[in-house]
């Protein structure tokens, strides 16, 4: 089956911008979507599609694609936005649906 | 409001048995497609199953042959019956709901329940 690969880890200073990068063959095909997940919660989505936000996620949080890589970007992190960070997408090879690895923001 | 709600999580031997439930509500529950999705302690999401509307169903490699979705229409309810349980299916297993729109993505999750497979 397919795989989709994050960065285990990724730190920005408070204020500043960070991207977060999700590298597979299915985004060649799908967008993918992402999860926000807080320690002992559970995920919520904050970007789905070309570039869309569910109501109530701040305007901070911006996705895009380019070939295989989508992108999670956060413009102005806060301190509320460190979490493990997700992506998914469908998949046509084997499994229907594949999550990455995740991705632990720390706002420095 | 839309919500999920897990249940039927515990401690079981390996190579036990339990059911998971996920009742919906807030929305046309058989409008939808419904799926299960797991996180180990300390690692990752990973997907488990699927059930479309029409109870199509779809497994992770791992899983098939052992673990069975099915979904209750009229209930609100999907279940997820697992069997031959491992110690590598210990997790907090999710039920998530999946957009019905162009773009694929999981816009409800419930709480989780906790399955702990142990002797």
């Known amino acids: 089956s397919s795989e989709l690969t994050q960065d285990p880890a990724v730190s920005v200073a408070l204020g500043q911008t960070v991207k977060i990068t999700c590298q597979g063959d299915?985004?060649?095909?799908?967008?993918a979507s992402w999860y926000q997940q807080k320690p002992g919660q559970a995920p919520i989505l904050v970007i789905y599609?070309?570039?869309n936000r569910p109501s109530g996620i701040p305007d901070r949080f911006s996705g895009s694609r380019s070939g295989n890589t989508a992108s999670l970007t956060i413009t102005g992190a806060q301190a509320e936005d460190e979490a493990d960070y997700y992506c998914?997408?469908?998949?046509?090879?084997?499994?229907?649906?594949?999550f990455g690895g995740g991705t632990k923001l720390t706002v420095l | 409001e839309v919500q999920l709600v897990e249940s039927g999580g515990g401690l079981v031997q390996p190579g036990g048995s339990l059911r998971l439930s996920c009742a919906a509500s807030g929305f046309t529950f058989n409008t939808y497609d419904m799926h299960w999705v797991r996180q180990a302690p300390g690692k990752g999401l990973e997907w488990v199953s699927a059930i479309g509307t029409a109870a199509d169903t779809y497994y992770l490699g791992s899983v098939k042959g052992r673990f069975t979705i099915s979904r209750e229409n009229a209930k609100n309810s999907m279940y997820l019956q697992m069997n031959s349980l491992r110690a590598g299916d210990t997790a907090v297993y999710y039920c998530?709901?999946?957009?019905?729109?162009?773009?694929?993505?999981?816009?409800?999750w419930g709480k989780g329940t906790t399955v702990t497979v142990s002797s």
């Open positions: 998530a709901r999946v957009s019905t729109g162009y773009y694929f993505y999981m816009d409800v």
């Open positions: 299915s985004l060649r095909n799908y967008y």
């Open positions: 998914n997408s469908r998949d046509t090879n084997g499994n229907p649906v594949v």
């Open positions: 599609g070309k570039n």
